[in-house]
Nanobody, 127 residues
Framework: QVQLEESGGGSVQAGGSLRLSCAASEYKYCMAWFRQAPGKEREVVATADRDGRLTYGDSVKDRFTISRDNAKNTLYLQMNGLKPDDTANYYC????????????????????????YGKGTLVTVAS
């Protein structure tokens, strides 16, 4: 089983920045950040596959950047221009490659149930 440990969460004012890190015991094909706000469903924030493809949720495009250091088995999420709506528990996630025919399924389309998750790190953005 994959072990994932997030760090870097905290409290910031609106407009501020945070950088989340995730140490992974094993790097899967799909690495991702999810978040879950109180009373809301878990949503995908950003994904990065082993082939270098990156995807972002519509609400974080142009503000967040996902990156992975394959040599260090570490995943990052640089968050700029934070808004109160970004307040949530952020989870590092990993999933194996899934293929449909001969093509890989995009990591953003892999069901949330297929991912392993860390325990999460809390991000709070004050207005």
């Amino acid at each position: 089983q994959v072990q994932l440990e997030e760090s870097g969460g905290g409290s910031v004012q609106a407009g501020g920045s945070l950088r989340l890190s995730c140490a992974a015991s094993e790097y899967k094909y799909c690495m991702a950040w999810f978040r879950q706000a109180p009373g809301k469903e878990r949503e995908v924030v950003a994904t990065a596959d082993r082939d270098g493809r990156l995807t972002y949720g519509d609400s974080v495009k142009d503000r967040f950047t996902i990156s992975r250091d394959n040599a260090k088995n570490t995943l990052y999420l640089q968050m700029n221009g934070l808004k109160p709506d970004d307040t949530a528990n952020y989870y590092c996630a990993a999933a194996s490659k899934i293929t449909l025919g001969s093509s890989p399924v995009a990591c953003a389309r892999v069901g949330s149930g297929a991912y392993y998750y860390g325990k999460g790190t809390l991000v709070t953005v004050a207005s």
